[in-house]
């Protein structure tokens, strides 16, 4: 079960707490305001964390959403999940985290346009390979950076807040506060969770995976949370409102604030670990998509294939991987996140949908484990993320519009790949 914990905190623990207290703040520039987005995030990323448990337990399968989605919705919805996580949800997550994790060296090293893409491309293909040596290569590798890299934020965290406050905190409500700028401050915050969903990726090679997915992800997310909040909160100690909203590193710069340059370099060595280790989760995860979805016969052959000695589906790590280092290329780090964050909620709200789909059509199939709080915590989250996708088309209408452009292309090619199925798995 640790294992599984383990790969969850390191999957959503990356760079985003350093990187996005500005862009949380940008809609609405109030410490209530942010702290609120991020909570209500952690929240309804555990309520759907909680409804992928009981579809986990029911379907302890390699292959996450995509095997959730072919049980509720049909074989059409899931492939349209594994297309749009290669082409932009996980394949952009990873490029975001990249290039997250060579912006941050830059502040270390020189490194001009060119060898900063070339660092990001690097960081990929180097953990694609370790992925394809084996899983627990793979987990052990991520319990090394979690430890380095909960360490270093305990140290940040107890050391910021033991001194005395840079910033005095206006927790007031904010005023003329709208629901357009939530949902704006929503879209960093969202993101800075994603990666919940990389622990059902691998259930069908956990042990016992019906009584260690529910646990492990309740656990791990209530990890993350803990660690957002109190991070979000230390750093808008240490820097006012205008000088978070100036900076793209709010983190690193608190902490230079209080302790001086040399702390700083040293904290922004540890959330390069950090990225590391979330980068490596992500491509642990995502491969296993593909690998569900080639053994289905709806996409490419080579993708089903398992390493003869590593036993991993190595042809799907490596052409993951190439495909993201090719997305580094085409947009900044905030553009891959709107589009992450956009299409992956389309398939959550599908996926925790499902749970309530598969309790009313089938009620006597066995349940080791059942959503708490059922129906609320379902309709809850389906009804935030509807709205959320809503304020999305609102808010950045251009980026919605071409992920959702996106995932339907999609369609002609399940017909392709319908059409090429052996009539024994149709």
């Known amino acids: 079960m640790w294992d599984v914990v383990s790969l969850v905190v390191s999957a959503v623990i990356g760079s985003a707490i350093f990187l996005i207290p500005a862009t949380l703040l940008r809609p609405q520039p109030s410490p209530l305001a942010a702290m609120l987005a991020m909570v209500f995030a952690g929240l309804l990323s555990w309520f759907g964390a909680l409804a992928y448990a009981e579809m986990g337990a029911m379907f302890p399968d390699t292959g996450g959403e995509y095997v959730y989605l072919r049980e509720s919705w049909g074989r059409l919805s899931a492939f349209l999940l594994g297309w749009s996580f290669f082409a932009v949800i996980q394949g952009g997550g990873l490029a975001a985290l990249a290039v997250g994790f060579s912006t941050l060296l830059g502040g270390v090293v020189p490194l001009t346009p060119w060898t900063a893409k070339a660092v990001a491309v690097s960081l990929l293909m180097g953990l694609t390979f370790v992925n394809v040596l084996g899983v627990r290569q793979g987990a052990w590798f991520g319990h090394v950076m979690n430890a380095i890299k909960l360490s270093g934020l305990l140290w940040m965290i107890v050391t910021i807040a033991t001194r005395p406050a840079a910033a005095a905190l206006d927790w007031s409500w904010p005023r003329n506060w709208t629901l357009l700028q939530f949902s704006a401050a929503l879209v960093p915050a969202l993101w800075a969770y994603e990666g919940w969903n990389m622990a059902p990726c691998v259930a069908g090679e956990m042990v016992d995976a019906r009584r260690t997915l529910p646990r492990a992800l309740g656990i791990g997310l209530g990890v993350v949370m803990a660690v957002y909040c109190v991070s979000l909160w230390v750093t808008m100690r240490a820097l006012p409102v205008p000088q978070i909203l100036a900076t793209t590193a709010a983190g690193t710069s608190a902490v230079q604030t209080v302790l001086g340059g040399g702390a700083a370099l040293w904290v922004t060595l540890t959330i390069l670990f950090a990225l590391v280790g979330c980068t490596n989760s992500c491509i642990l995860g995502a491969a296993r998509v593909y690998y569900a979805q080639a053994r289905d016969g709806l996409f490419f052959e080579p993708f089903g294939r398992v390493h003869p000695r590593f036993r991993t589906p190595a042809f799907s790590l490596i052409a993951h991987g190439v495909w993201s280092s090719l997305l580094v290329f085409t947009g900044t780090y905030e553009t891959l996140i709107s589009y992450c964050t956009f299409g992956a909620w389309i398939f959550y709200a599908l996926v925790v949908a499902g749970v309530m ?70």
């Open 357 to 426: 789909l598969l309790r009313r059509r089938n009620p006597s199939t066995t349940r080791p484990y059942r959503v708490w709080g059922y129906p609320w915590t379902p309709m809850i989250f389906i009804a935030v993320a509807a709205a959320f996708i809503l304020s999305c088309f609102i808010t950045t209408p251009g980026s919605s519009f071409a992920g959702l452009a996106l995932i339907l292309s999609g369609i002609p090619l399940y017909l392709y790949w319908r059409r090429r199925v052996t009539p024994g798995r149709a």
